[in-house]
């Protein structure tokens, strides 16, 4: 893979504008393309590992286990470096290499004198207190991870937090000014769709559940299976449909297992199809398909998980119960099924709660009070970004 860095809009009022870096997350184009809307933007810097680089990390975190290679590979020092000067060349490399960079995440590290913005959906230690799976590094390793955290976090102008969670991580955890530190959320990829209609007024002894989600188990799945066998005593015909994953588990009664979904007018008809969506993950940072979900107007339930409470409020947008509790998981299933008309409810505040604070141009609103400072000239026609560290900080 080469190097590139993608030139966009002119500079601003600054001379500078603003660079954007990302290592591929999927959410990465829709914040860009707002960002590259409302401000200057200079360039974007694909940092992600080139084929011999890929490699070179590949064979230097190798596991025979594939889950635990992917997470050494995911975690590894050597990647971060190699990220960070594929970073830092490209922004040598741009068309205003002084200008303020803002990355998705914390996996890399990139400045230069204007300085760094960070958009973080969890910190490392959230996840390796709530999912340990995700933390493979152990002894000075780990500390060597957690040390490049702490600095990239400190050292950054200010830090976007997806979720309220994340934000304490970042002060209590890291030690970061909190001042310098603001919740903006994320919002619903690809726009708002079109609720699916109404249903009746019950949905009878055959409802539908569904569930998406690529990592099964992270996500709740192994809850959701126990407590869709004691849903089936109370709806002995209700079908649970598995979007995203093929477990390795025997499916129960009723359970569909559909696996990865590209076709999107196939999703567009499981939702309409739903009688409730399913998200009981047990450690989930900010999860986009929660949003979706909501915005197609389907009935919610799920768990009190990192950055779900941000989202789902309990008996507000939906039911939400404590992770890792099956029982607790299958009495607001049941909750929801038995009340139809609450349940729509509660669904259709949902859907006006995407539509008012989890859309792209929403998150780049809260980002906005930080960005002026930087991007936009002040009465002498001077700007943060041109006078140094943010005032914010």
Known sequence: MVLEVSSTRTAGPTGAGLLLASRGDALTPFLFAELERRYPVAGILETELSRWQRLAVAAATFRPSRV???????????????????????????????????????????????G???????????????WPAWNPLRGAALERWYARETAAYRAARHVFAF??????????????????????????????PEPRELRGAAVGDAPNLLFIGNDFARKGGPDL???????????????????????????????????????????????AQAD??????????????????????????????????????????????????????????????????????????ARQRVRREFTWERVVDRMAPVLDGLLLPGPDGSSAGAQGRSPSR
Request: charge should be neutral.
């Open 225 to 271: 299976l126990e407590a869709f066998t004691a849903v089936r005593r109370r709806f002995p015909r209700a079908t649970l449909r598995l979007v995203g994953t093929r477990p390795d588990v025997v499916a129960p009664p009723g359970v569909e297992v559909l696996g990865r979904v590209h076709d999107r007018d196939l999703i567009g008809r499981l939702y």
């Open 68 to 114: 635990r290679w992917a997470e050494q590979f995911y975690k590894s020092g050597l990647g971060y470096t190699l990220r960070s000067r594929n970073a830092e060349e490209l922004r040598r490399r741009s068309a205003a290499p002084e200008a303020p960079v803002l990355q998705v995440h914390a996996l890399f590290d990139v400045a230069g004198s204007g």
């Open 116 to 130: 760094s913005l960070l958009y973080v959906d969890c910190t490392h230690r959230q996840s390796a207190a709530a």
């Open 276 to 349: 409730v969506f399913v998200l009981p993950s047990v450690f989930d940072p900010f999860p986009l398909v929660l949003l979706e979900a909501m915005a197609r107007g389907v009935p919610i339930v799920t768990t009190a998980s990192c950055g779900i409470p941000d989202v789902v409020r309990d008996q507000v947008e939906g039911h939400v119960v404590r992770a890792n509790d099956p029982v607790g998981l299958t009495a607001a299933i049941v909750r929801s099924l038995a009340d139809p008309a609450r349940s729509a409810s509660m669904a259709a505040t």
């Open 163 to 192: 979720s309220s969670a994340t934000r304490d991580s970042l002060v209590d955890e890291y030690g970061v000014d909190p001042a310098a530190v603001s919740v903006v959320g994320a919002g619903a990829n690809g726009g708002l």
